[in-house]
C-alpha cells in the first residue's frame, strides 16, 4: 500500500509560480512511475505530467508543456510539480498518482494509488 500527500497548492496571480510536493510512504518509492493530474470544477480529470521509475523519462500535456516541471527524489520519497507562468484555466484540484507500470503514463487507469489533492487557484 502506498499514501500519497499532496502539499503546495494555494492562490497565486497569473503569472505566478507554485511547486506542488507529493509525499509519499513505503519504501519503494523508487518502483513507481509518478504522475500529476488535476480536476476543475464540471471537467473531468485529465493529465498534466508524468515521470518514469528512474526519472530518466518525463510527459507533459500539451497545456503545460514549456511551464510545468516534474521531477522526483528517489531519496526523500517525493515527486514536485513546478508550476510557472500560471494561467487561470490552470486552476484545478492536483493530484498526485503512482504506478507499478512504467509506459502509458498519460492514462489515469495505470495508476494504482491516488493522493487526496490540493486546491490550485490561479486569479487573472
Known amino acids: 500500500q502506498v499514501q500519497l500527500v499532496e502539499s503546495g497548492g494555494g492562490l497565486v496571480q497569473a503569472g505566478g509560480s507554485l511547486r506542488l510536493s507529493c509525499a509519499t510512504s513505503g519504501r519503494t518509492f523508487s518502483s513507481y512511475a509518478m504522475g500529476w493530474f488535476r480536476q476543475a470544477l464540471g471537467k473531468e480529470r485529465e493529465f498534466v505530467a508524468a515521470?518514469?521509475?528512474?526519472?530518466?523519462?518525463?510527459y507533459y500535456a500539451d497545456s503545460v508543456k514549456g511551464r510545468f516541471t516534474i521531477s522526483r527524489d528517489n531519496a526523500k520519497n517525493t515527486v514536485y510539480l513546478q508550476m510557472n507562468s500560471l494561467k487561470p484555466e490552470d486552476t484545478a484540484v492536483y493530484y498526485c498518482a503512482a504506478s507499478r507500470i512504467n509506459r502509458m503514463l498519460q492514462t489515469a487507469s495505470v495508476y494504482a494509488y491516488w493522493g487526496q489533492g490540493t486546491q490550485v487557484t490561479v486569479s487573472s
Open positions: 515521470i518514469s521509475w528512474s526519472g530518466d523519462s518525463t
